[in-house]
């Protein structure tokens, strides 16, 4: 019999186990159904002909798909263990609670970096079959993955302080009804929706290109990035005692950046 | 060195103590826990774990303290523990819940770990199931999958809970070797209620009843505590701590014998009726 002697680390453990987490929650049913929906929104946006649906596939597509099915996946990956009967295994595991929600904040980027390359891909075909009669800039191709971003770690942050397994549905179907409730304001309010095409539809209903909405889409990332870094913030807040400071100051800045970045991407 | 030294430990659940100034001594090699339900088995278990804290009580484990972080950490590291419902992730592979926990315990080297992984299920007889997943294994194969993981890094402290539940009688032959293999070196605490699989184990075996330690020696020193104690008789005898019928007719009984009957060679599992069972002497004192 060989035996193997696998001398222990402590360092990289965080990211050794975000790379797993990363695959688990790109991979998850949830996530996959997301991935296919989104894939059918670049389909139709690529054959529908029309600059304002394309436009908006850029800006919107993956917010709703995977980006609100994030937020279902996160939270499963977060409250796995509990539900298996891991924990008491995992608990007594040299990886401390913090070093294991490092990992899931890491792995949260997993998402926003493969929709992000989805995004360009899909931008670039548009590009070339010259689907566009505006292209979408740096920052209306950015916030779409960003608020993938944004709902993955909201489904971690839910899943540290919320594990009931109705709390993702409930999110996700909160978040959705906000969208919906700003989409149908004026005065700039809609900005605040994550999921902001940017393209208006105009008088015709959509069917020719009209213009773009007043604001800035750059303040507009900030905004969510400024989201984002809030979830990450109270997510840590949760997991690391001895770092509670950090978290108030880490959820202070993002607030400030939210609000900052709320504020002027208004027109 | 002392493995574990556990003193005067309490842990209460509410109202409910379920460890009742409990002591605890053991040096290398396999102690088994004996006991009825609602012993405090699983409770001590779980405190030389590190799951819990217990209320009071004095305790080192492999020279640190578990009250301590850093002596937590440190005992963690050269830890295997298996709960007693311990599960995995369904839609993991074997291969991969075991992957899980290595990463968790710091084996970071993936060829290393990938090794490693492959070792220990190898040890429990799964590496032919390694790709599938969990859901699709039966409860013993899980059961074995739990055990695998407490083997990761060849840690000095084992702590089982009920490790042969579900396990068929070819499965629980491979677990004993397993484990005395892994005792030789290094310590081990099991709890179980087979009192077979503690014969055969076990160096050294505690009985608990209440919360409290009402034996600690060697298996033939257990025994020994019901010699003269167990006796078999054609009528049934109700004075009698423990009685059960046998396949000739004839009952088997223990506690205190009238005069002459006829006594036999007591068991492991006569002793810890004595101690532990209805109607036993700790039951009475308590």
Same mark, same amino acid.
């Given at each position: 019999m060989t035996f193997t002697i696998v001398?222990p ?37 690529? !054959? ?11 800006? #919107? ?9 994030? !937020? ?6 977060? #409250? ?9 295994m995992?608990?007594v595991a ?14 949260? +980027?997993?998402?926003?970096? =493969? ?45 540290? +302080? ?16 906000? $969208? ?32 773009? !909405? ?13 989201? $984002? ?23 202070? =800045? ?14 | ?6 003193? %005067? ?21 396999v ?18 774990a ?12 492999? &020279? ?5 972080? %850093?002596? @937590?950490?440190?005992?963690r590291r050269t830890l295997g523990y298996l709960p007693?419902?311990a599960?995995?992730?369904? *839609?993991?592979?074997a291969f991969?819940a075991i992957d899980y926990l290595a990463?968790l315990k710091?084996h970071?080297?993936?060829?290393a770990r990938h090794d490693e992984v492959r070792r220990v299920l190898a040890l429990v007889g799964l590496q032919?199931?390694s ?12 059961r074995r999958l739990a055990l695998a993981q407490t083997l990761l890094g060849h840690p000095d402290l084992l702590v089982l809970d009920?490790p ?7 499965q629980?032959?491979r677990f004993r070797e397993i484990i005395s293999e892994a005792g030789v070196g290094r310590t081990v605490v099991l ?25 600690? *020696? ?9 010699? %003269? ?6 009528? @049934? ?9 046998? *396949? ?6 223990? &506690? ?13 599992? %006569? ?16």
């Amino acid at each position: 019999m060989t035996f193997t002697i696998v001398a222990p680390t402590r360092r990289h453990v965080a990211s050794v186990l975000a790379i797993g987490e990363a695959r688990r929650l790109l991979l998850h049913p949830a996530m996959l159904v997301g991935w296919a929906l989104l894939a059918v929104v670049i389909f139709i946006g690529l !054959i529908s002909g029309n600059p304002v649906t394309t436009f908006g596939t850029i800006t #919107t597509g993956a917010v709703a798909n995977p980006g609100v099915f994030c !937020i279902l996946a996160a939270h499963m990956l977060v #409250t796995r263990d509990a539900r298996a009967g891991t924990s008491d295994m995992t608990d007594v595991a040299p990886a401390t609670r913090r070093q294991r929600g490092l990992a899931l904040l890491i792995a949260a +980027w997993a998402p926003a970096l =493969v929709a992000l390359a989805i995004n360009l891909a899909a931008h670039t075909m548009f590009l070339l079959t010259d689907s566009y009669v505006q292209a979408p800039g740096p920052a209306h191709i950015v916030q779409a993955p960003v608020a993938v971003l944004g709902g993955t770690l909201l489904g971690i942050m839910l899943g540290v +302080w919320a594990p009931a397994r109705v709390t993702p549905i409930v999110a996700m179907t909160a978040l959705i009804s906000f $969208c919906l409730v700003l989409d149908g304001g004026s005065g700039g309010r809609a900005l605040f929706s994550p999921a902001q095409s940017w393209a208006d539809w105009g008088p015709g209903n959509g069917e020719q290109w009209y213009a773009l !909405i007043p604001g800035h889409p750059g303040a507009h990332v900030a905004y969510l990035l400024g989201l $984002c870094a809030m979830a990450a913030a109270a997510t840590w807040f949760r997991l690391s005692a001895r770092h509670r400071a950090v978290s108030v100051a880490l959820g202070t =800045v993002a607030i400030a950046i939210a609000a900052v970045g709320g504020w002027a991407q208004l027109p | 060195m002392t493995t574990i030294d556990a003193r %005067d430990v309490v842990h209460t659940y509410g109202r409910v103590r379920a460890l009742d100034g409990l002591n605890l001594v053991t040096d290398v090699g396999v102690t088994g826990l004996l006991g009825p339900n609602g012993a405090g088995k699983t409770t001590l278990l779980r405190a030389l774990a590190t799951v819990s804290s217990p209320n009071s009580g004095h305790v080192r484990i492999l &020279g640190h303290d578990p009250a301590d972080i %850093d002596g @937590r950490l440190a005992i963690r590291r050269t830890l295997g523990y298996l709960p007693q419902d311990a599960g995995f992730p369904r *839609g993991f592979s074997a291969f991969e819940a075991i992957d899980y926990l290595a990463i968790l315990k710091e084996h970071i080297r993936a060829s290393a770990r990938h090794d490693e992984v492959r070792r220990v299920l190898a040890l429990v007889g799964l590496q032919d199931v390694s790709t599938k997943k969990v859901r699709t294994l039966s409860g013993g194969m899980r059961r074995r999958l739990a055990l695998a993981q407490t083997l990761l890094g060849h840690p000095d402290l084992l702590v089982l809970d009920e490790p042969t539940v579900g396990l068929d009688p070819e499965q629980r032959i491979r677990f004993r070797e397993i484990i005395s293999e892994a005792g030789v070196g290094r310590t081990v605490v099991l709890s179980t209620h087979q009192t077979e699989d503690v014969a055969a184990l076990c160096s050294h075996v505690v009985v608990m009843d209440h919360g409290r330690s009402v034996f600690a *020696g060697t298996v033939p020193e257990l025994v020994a505590q019901a010699r %003269d104690r167990v006796w078999v008789d054609d009528q @049934r005898d109700d004075r009698a701590n423990a009685v059960y019928r046998l *396949g000739d007719g004839s009952y088997h009984h223990i &506690g205190d014998p009238p005069a002459g009957v006829q006594l036999v060679k007591p068991t492991i599992e %006569d002793a810890y009726l004595l101690l532990a069972g209805p109607g036993s002497d700790a039951s009475a004192v308590v």
